[in-house]
């Protein structure tokens, strides 16, 4: 649908709060009858939370402002495809709709790894939707991961090399 | 081992902490080197929290009282296999053990319907053990919801049989 790229854009920007943070650049939106009423982004390193995911984050939000565990009439959009965690989360929570941008090919339950969304011997099942921006959603992720590891290579570069040493190094 | 049976004894407490409320009765506790450092039961009803599970309240104390959203050296005791949602939490935390009592055929994700803690395609795998006072785990599961089921029949049987109205029901 057209309106969920205006959303998935909500949800990236979400994911750049995350990157601001030095975490992993993911992030959510919780949307209620064309309504955005929650969002939220991975927050697992600064909170030191495991279950501190984008979607477990907004989807706690959204059960406050519904005032429901049951989020009904609801879709959410988030950048990264759901883990196991986050994909039993949205079933517990009988979300109808699903918009996720990129496959994670690694822990994704969604599409990639299993399917609990759309698990005939659960209770719930959901409506999903792949790739919604899903270039921007993925190249946030091909990004963070490569600065990080230009960091580290810079880093044992310096180790290495007695010629990087600063002033401080040797004093 | 021995010990299991006295951790999972305190996670039954737990889970009739949950039946008081009138909540599913689920329990758990987390150990860390032979200390209970955190415990959690079911409050989905009562917060309203799609994802108030005992054992996810139960992990994000551990993880708060740890400092650390990575587990380790802890052992997950819950009186339930956990569903996929807190499977994939238990994953996502490294726990390296779990401990449960009653299987959950409908969705357990432990063994009845997957086997997330021991998936080796995801980063982290679970020792797992199953039916630490299994029956005591299961029949307070099956006394609730039969007493739900006594409840709904008792209402059920009032509305349909105008003798047992009471003098309210008439003025």
Not at 12 to 39: D, F, K, T, Y
């Given at each position: 649908?057209?309106?969920?790229?205006?959303?998935?854009?909500?949800?990236?920007?979400?994911?750049?709060?995350?990157?601001?943070?030095g975490e992993v650049p993911v992030g959510a939106v919780v949307v209620h009858r064309g309504q955005v009423?929650?969002?939220?982004?991975?927050?697992?390193?600064?909170?030191?939370?495991?279950?501190?995911?984008?979607?477990?984050?907004?989807?706690?939000?959204?059960?406050?402002?519904?005032?429901?565990?049951?989020?009904?009439?609801?879709?959410?959009?988030?950048?990264?495809?759901?883990?196991?965690?986050?994909?039993?989360?949205?079933v517990n929570a009988r979300v109808p709709r699903v918009v996720y941008g990129a496959r994670d090919p690694?822990?994704?339950?969604?599409?990639?790894?299993?399917?609990?969304?759309?698990?005939?011997?659960?209770?719930?099942?959901?409506?999903?939707?792949?790739?919604?921006?899903?270039?921007?959603?993925?190249?946030?992720?091909?990004?963070?991961?490569?600065?990080?590891?230009?960091?580290?290579?810079?880093?044992?570069?310096?180790?290495?090399?007695?010629?990087?040493?600063?002033?401080?190094?040797?004093?």
């Amino acid at each position: 649908m057209k309106g969920d790229k205006a959303f998935m854009a909500l949800a990236l920007e979400e994911a750049r709060n995350a990157q601001a943070l030095g975490e992993v650049p993911v992030g959510a939106v919780v949307v209620h009858r064309g309504q955005v009423i929650a969002s939220g982004f991975n927050r697992r390193e600064s909170w030191q939370d495991p279950t501190a995911h984008a979607e477990l984050i907004a989807v706690k939000r959204a059960a406050e402002v519904l005032g429901s565990w049951r989020l009904d009439d609801c879709t959410v959009f988030v950048t990264l495809e759901p883990c196991p965690m986050c994909a039993g989360m949205l079933v517990n929570a009988r979300v109808p709709r699903v918009v996720y941008g990129a496959r994670d090919p690694k822990a994704g339950a969604i599409r990639s790894l299993y399917a609990i969304g759309e698990d005939p011997r659960l209770n719930h099942r959901i409506e999903v939707v792949e790739g919604c921006l899903g270039t921007a959603c993925g190249e946030i992720l091909t990004d963070f991961f490569r600065s990080i590891r230009q960091a580290q290579k810079a880093q044992r570069s310096g180790e290495e090399d007695p010629s990087t040493c600063s002033k401080d190094d040797v004093l």
